[in-house]
C-alpha cells in the first residue's frame, strides 16, 4: 500500500506530459488549479489524507498538510484568492490558507452546528463569500465562507435520494445537483428550491458548462453522455457505450457497416462508420456471454447466463425465439451454419450441442460431450462438414458435422481461449492462457509452430484476415498486435485498451479492426495501409 500516486500535468496543445510530481501514496482524490494557474492542489486517497500546492511552472511542493483522519473528498481554490481553498470530508469541511513564503498551509474548520453529514463535493460563489457542498443525505447545505459557519440547507421538502453525486453553478447564481438516482435537478439560488428536474440513466458522475453557460454535458456512470439546456433541462443523449465487460463482437455476413457486441444486461447494434448506438436489446441482470448473426442476417443469437439461448430481429430487436435449458450455467459460445438451418452452442460444463432451427421450432440434434471445461469459442468450416471448438480443459476438438463425431484433437496444457481456422483449413491458430499462439496441422492435430503471444498476460483472442496473410491478438497485456501469419512476428501494435482485452474482429471488408476490453470499450481500429495493399 506504500507505492506512490503520480500527477501528471499535461500540456493540452502538444498533448504531453508537462509535468511529473510524485509525493501522494496510493490514491489522489480531487486536483484543483488556482485561478491564476500557478498553482494546483491535490487531495490524496484514505491512505494519505494529505493536502499538497505544487508550483505549476517548477513542479515542486510548495507547502502541504494533513487534512486529518476522516477520508477528504474534495479539494477547491477560491475564485479570486491563489492563497485560499476548501476541503470538504466525511463529516466536516476545512477553509484552508496557504502561506508560500513560510510554507505552511493553516486551516479553519467551518461550524456545522449539530448537523451530522457525509459531504461529498462543493462549489464555490464567484464572490468568494458562500460556498455549497453536497451530502451522502441527498441535501444541499449553503456555507457563509467569511464566518466559516453553517447558514442553512435544502430542498427543504424533498431530498435528492441516493446522494448527490456533483454540483455546478450557473452564470445567474441558480445550481445545478446531479444524484445518484440519475436526477439533474435545477435549484434557485434563493430559497434552494427545485426549480426543474430530468431523469438520465445511471448515477450522474460529472457536469462540464459550456462557455455561454446554455448548456452542459453530463456523464453518468453507465457510460452515458448527455447535452443538457440550463434552461428546462431537456437531455439529448450524444453519447453511449458498455458499462461492464464486453464478452464478444460480430459483423453480419459480408456487411462492414454494423455490428453487434455483448454485455452485462444487454446486446447492442452500433454503426461502424459514425460510432453511433443503433439498437439496445435489454434483457436486466443477465449476462451475454456470446452473440452473433445469422449468416442470412434475419436474427442476432445469443448465448446467456441463464443457459439460454435467445435470438432477436436485428433491426427491431424484438424476441424471435428462446431455447430454455440450452446448457447448464451459461451458452457460452456460438455460430451457426451457412446456410442458417442449424445453430451450434457451447456450454459453461464442455458440451458442444447441434440445434436445428425451424420456422416455428428448435430442436436439438445432438449433444457431445468430450470437453470437461467451458467451451470458449466454436468456428465452422466453409464446407459446412466440419467445426471446430476450444475449451478451457486444455482440447481443441473437430467436429464431424454430418456423423456428429470427433475427427481430431489438440491437447496443450493450457486453458484455450480462441481457435480458427486458416482460410485453406489445413490449419489451425489457437491461443489461452500459457501466452502462446500455436499454429497446428487440422489432418493430424501436431503442433507447427509456437510463437510467444505476450511477455505480461493471458492472450484471450484472435482474429484472421480473409485471405489468412495477417492475424490480429489481444489480451491481458492490454495491446492489439497484428500479425505475420507466415513469418510470425509483430507488424503492427495499438495502444488504447485500459484493461484486458477480451475480442478482436476484422470488418468483412478487411478495413477495420475491432477490438473490445473488459473496462467497456470499443475501439475501431483502422487496418494500416500496407498490409490492405498486400491484401
Not at 483472442?461 to 489468412?468: K, R, V
Request: proline share 2%; hydrophobic share 35%; with cysteine.
Amino acid at each position: 500500500m506504500g507505492f506512490q500516486a503520480e500527477v501528471i500535468i499535461w500540456d493540452f496543445a502538444t498533448k504531453q506530459p508537462f509535468q511529473k510530481m510524485k509525493l501522494h501514496k496510493v490514491l489522489i482524490q480531487s486536483l484543483s488549479f488556482s485561478p491564476s494557474e500557478e498553482y494546483l492542489a491535490s487531495l490524496g486517497g484514505q491512505d494519505d489524507n494529505m493536502l499538497i500546492v505544487w508550483d505549476v511552472a517548477t513542479g515542486k511542493g510548495l507547502c502541504g498538510s494533513s487534512v486529518g483522519h476522516e477520508p477528504a473528498n474534495q479539494v477547491k481554490f477560491f475564485n479570486s484568492s491563489n492563497n485560499n481553498m476548501i476541503t470538504v470530508q466525511n463529516l466536516n469541511v476545512k477553509i484552508w490558507h496557504a502561506d508560500y513564503s513560510a510554507k505552511k498551509l493553516n486551516n479553519t474548520g467551518v461550524n456545522l452546528g449539530n448537523l451530522k453529514r457525509h459531504i461529498m463535493n462543493v462549489v464555490i460563489h464567484p464572490t468568494d463569500v458562500y460556498a455549497y457542498v453536497g451530502t451522502r443525505t441527498g441535501d444541499i447545505l449553503e456555507l457563509n465562507l467569511e464566518r466559516a459557519i453553517y447558514k442553512r440547507s435544502g430542498p427543504a421538502r424533498k431530498l435528492f435520494s441516493l446522494g448527490v453525486q456533483c454540483m455546478e453553478l450557473l452564470p445567474n447564481g441558480d445550481l445545478l445537483v446531479g444524484t445518484g438516482e440519475g436526477i439533474i435537478a435545477k435549484l434557485g439560488c434563493q430559497n434552494l428550491a427545485v426549480k426543474a428536474q430530468s431523469q438520465v440513466m445511471g448515477a450522474v458522475t460529472s457536469i462540464s458548462l459550456t462557455g455561454d453557460g446554455t448548456h452542459f454535458f453530463l456523464g453518468t456512470n453507465q457510460s452515458n453522455t448527455y447535452l443538457v439546456d440550463t434552461d428546462q433541462l431537456n437531455c439529448e443523449l450524444r453519447n453511449t457505450c458498455h458499462y461492464e465487460k464486453i464478452n464478444d463482437i460480430a459483423f453480419p455476413h459480408n456487411y462492414s457497416e454494423v455490428f453487434a457486441t455483448c454485455s452485462i444486461n444487454d446486446i447492442r447494434v452500433w454503426n461502424a462508420r459514425n460510432r453511433q448506438e443503433l439498437l439496445r436489446i435489454q434483457v436486466p441482470n443477465l449476462e451475454s456471454f456470446c452473440v452473433g448473426f445469422a449468416q442470412d442476417g434475419k436474427s442476432i443469437i445469443s448465448g446467456w447466463n441463464d443457459g439460454k439461448i435467445r435470438a432477436f430481429l436485428p433491426q427491431s430487436g424484438k424476441l424471435m425465439y428462446v431455447i430454455n435449458d440450452a446448457h447448464r450455467h451459461g451458452v457460452t459460445a456460438i455460430t451457426t451454419t451457412l446456410d442458417s438451418s442449424r445453430l451450434i452452442s457451447g456450454g459453461m460444463e464442455g458440451e458442444v450441442r447441434i440445434w436445428r432451427i425451424g420456422k416455428q421450432t428448435q430442436t436439438m440434434e445432438v449433444s457431445m460431450k468430450e470437453h470437461r471445461g467451458r467451451v470458449w469459442a466454436i468456428q465452422v468450416n466453409k464446407s459446412n462438414e466440419q467445426a471446430v471448438s476450444a475449451s478451457s480443459d486444455g482440447s481443441c476438438i473437430v467436429w464431424d458435422l454430418k456423423n456428429f463425431t470427433r475427427l481430431t484433437c489438440l491437447f496443450e496444457s493450457t486453458m484455450f481461449k480462441q481457435v480458427l481456422f486458416h482460410p485453406d483449413e489445413s490449419q489451425l491458430l489457437t491461443t489461452g492462457s500459457d501466452r502462446k499462439i500455436t499454429y497446428w496441422d487440422t489432418f493430424d492435430g501436431q503442433a507447427i509452430r509456437m510463437l510467444d503471444g505476450s511477455e505480461d498476460g493471458e492472450v484471450n483472442t484472435l482474429a484472421m484476415t480473409e485471405d489468412g496473410e495477417y492475424f490480429a491478438s489481444g489480451g491481458e497485456d492490454q495491446l492489439v498486435k497484428i500479425w505475420s501469419y507466415d513469418e510470425g512476428v509483430v507488424l503492427h501494435e495499438g495502444l488504447g485498451h485500459s484493461a484486458t482485452i477480451t475480442k478482436t474482429t476484422f470488418s468483412p471488408d478487411q478495413r477495420s479492426l475491432i477490438s473490445t476490453g473488459s473496462e467497456g470499450a470499443i475501439f475501431i481500429w483502422n487496418v494500416p495501409q500496407s498490409i490492405l495493399q498486400r491484401s
